[in-house]
């Protein structure tokens, strides 16, 4: 099942900027239906393929860093093109190395933010020394947000006295920008998590436990309704809220079974363009 239609209509007019755009299988069964207690099975085990060497472009000397954008993706194909020459934009107003990765859910299973956020790892560059796990409906308005490489610790750029519509104060959702290291260190993203939500709770226990703190913009003057715009009708783009088997008792708890390091997928093809 193929969802993004004519992607090369999206890659012309990007310039100098290299956009990847990955279609892939997590995991790869040969299951119709969304089956939670067969996807557990299936990524526990471990069969992922290698990080990927990409030639290393970067267009601004001055910017130490480069940032590989890791966009999960299924079936948003309008809201990648208002996102894509946006954050490109936004990006090169700032002078930042960056890359977007496009990692496009192609199998027929309930969708798999996190796990695809995990393949965009291991798929990026290592040219990439940081990583940030982005929405494509969020998109940054005002020019003050800053994507800078996260030293110290993950930097939330969606953060909740900023995002449109999530304020609890353990919120690292949206957009978070992560080095690789840090990534690795708490071993990525479960891949526990089918449907909609709390997959970005679980890696915030994750970032805890790892005594990560996690780091805000602070001084901006705009707010919940100006700093970011949200493209995303509800009744156009439903919210998969499903709870089947016993997710809701695994999606509550920290997983120490799943991550990066468990993670399987098929890449089935990957294009690529400037
Ligand atoms: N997403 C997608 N296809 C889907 C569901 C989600 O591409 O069917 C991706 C997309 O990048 C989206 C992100 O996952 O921005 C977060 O999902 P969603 O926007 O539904 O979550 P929200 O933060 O609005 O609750
Ligand atoms: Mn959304």
Redesign the pocket.
């Known amino acids: 099942m193929l969802r993004l239609r004519r992607p090369t209509t999206l890659l012309w007019g990007f310039g100098l900027c290299l956009l990847l755009l990955f279609y892939v299988t997590v995991p790869s069964t040969n299951t119709d239906q969304c089956d939670c207690r067969g996807h557990q099975r299936a990524v526990t085990s471990s069969a992922f393929i290698g990080q990927s060497q990409q030639e290393d472009i970067r267009s601004y000397p001055n910017d130490k860093h480069k940032m590989a954008i890791l ?6 194909f309008e ?1 990648l093109l208002e996102f894509a020459p946006h954050i490109h934009n936004f990006l090169n107003t700032q002078h930042k190395n960056h890359h977007l990765y496009i990692i496009n859910q192609v199998d027929g299973l309930r ?1 798999n ?1 996190a796990s695809l956020l995990n393949v965009g790892f291991l798929e990026s560059g290592i040219d990439c020394d940081y990583v940030a796990m982005h ?4 998109l940054p308005m005002n020019a003050a947000l800053t994507y800078q490489y996260p030293h110290d610790g993950p930097y939330h750029v969606a953060a909740p006295h900023l995002h449109p ?2 304020h609890y104060p353990t919120f690292i ?2 957009i978070l920008l992560v080095k690789r290291e840090h990534f690795r260190k708490v071993d990525g993203l479960s891949n526990k998590y089918w449907g ?2 709390l997959e970005d709770d679980e890696f915030f226990a994750r970032l805890k436990e790892a005594k990560l703190e996690v780091f805000r913009p602070g001084n901006l003057t705009s707010g919940t309704k100006d700093t970011f715009k ?1 493209i ?1 009708d509800r009744r156009v ?1 439903r ?2 809220m499903i709870k089947c088997y016993n997710q809701q008792e695994i999606t509550r708890h920290r997983d120490r079974q799943t991550g990066l390091s468990t993670i399987r997928y098929r890449l089935q093809s990957k294009k690529e363009a400037r």
């Open positions: 966009i999960p993706f299924r079936d948003r809201e969708f933010r929405d494509v409906d969020l519509r999530y959702g949206g909609w939500g949200h995303h783009r919210r998969d």
